[in-house]
């Protein structure tokens, strides 16, 4: 099946540095969805993607998706304590009516205060 | 409220008992899924359900089962718990008509002796 490979596995940053974390694949997506997952808490969708080459800002978080539809990264500028948790990049593995979705293994963020 | 809630949120058990993990939701959603978390391995997916007569399996259903009671109500069975089985699942719905964002509840930790 379908995989996604984020690097890195973990980050350990100060308070105040900009993050950069990608997601990549060996086959072609039509959506890359980014989620975060705080401590103790389900995942929560950050930002979504949906056309190759496109650029969206949440906030201090910007995402892009690769114009081979094959990867994306998540920039975090200005990074903040409670930046703190598990990042996912995900995909839908399939369409239709038959609709999954694969995610990456996670980069885990630390911000040191 | 919380719109996707799982019960319990902690559960400790022996090897070999049945342990039913429940999830409810008030979104509407008539698609639901079930996600084992491990360390290193992010979500990988148990089973889904796009209706109440709907049930599928995803990359890792051996050991488990799941029913749909109702439109509301997707629950997670592990019918002779094995320590391997140790992990956080989460249950996630999505919306037939809308984007391909799932909403995921709290989670459920689950510790198998």
């Known amino acids: 099946g379908q995989q996604l490979n984020q690097s890195p596995q973990s980050m350990f940053i100060q308070e105040g540095e900009d993050v950069s974390m990608n997601c990549t694949s060996s086959s072609i997506f039509n959506t890359w969805l980014w989620y975060k997952q705080d401590p103790g808490e389900g995942p929560v969708l950050l930002i979504a993607l949906y056309k190759a080459g496109e650029l969206t800002s949440n906030g201090r978080l910007t995402a892009q998706f690769g114009i081979t539809r094959k990867d994306s990264f998540l920039n975090i500028s200005a990074s903040i304590p409670s930046d703190v948790g598990i990042y996912f990049c995900a995909g839908p593995s399939s369409g239709g009516s038959n609709y999954k979705l694969t995610f990456g293994k996670g980069t885990l963020l630390t911000v040191n205060p | 409220d919380a719109d996707v809630t799982q019960t319990p949120r902690n559960r400790i058990t022996k090897t070999g008992k049945r342990i039913m993990l429940e999830c409810s939701q008030t979104?509407?959603?008539?698609?639901m899924y079930w996600y084992r978390q491990d360390p290193g391995l992010g979500l990988r997916l148990i089973y889904y359900?796009?209706?109440?007569?709907?049930?599928n399996k995803g990359e890792i259903s051996d050991g488990y089962s799941v029913s749909r009671q109702a439109q509301a109500k997707f629950s997670l069975s592990l019918e002779s718990a094995i320590p391997n089985q140790t992990a956080l699942y989460f249950c996630?719905?999505?919306?037939?008509?809308?984007?391909?964002?799932?909403?995921f509840g709290p989670g459920t930790r689950l510790t198998v002796l």
């Open positions: 359900s796009f209706d109440v007569k709907d049930i």
């Open positions: 979104k509407g959603h008539d698609r």
């Open positions: 996630a719905t999505r919306s037939r008509v809308l984007t391909d964002t799932q909403y």
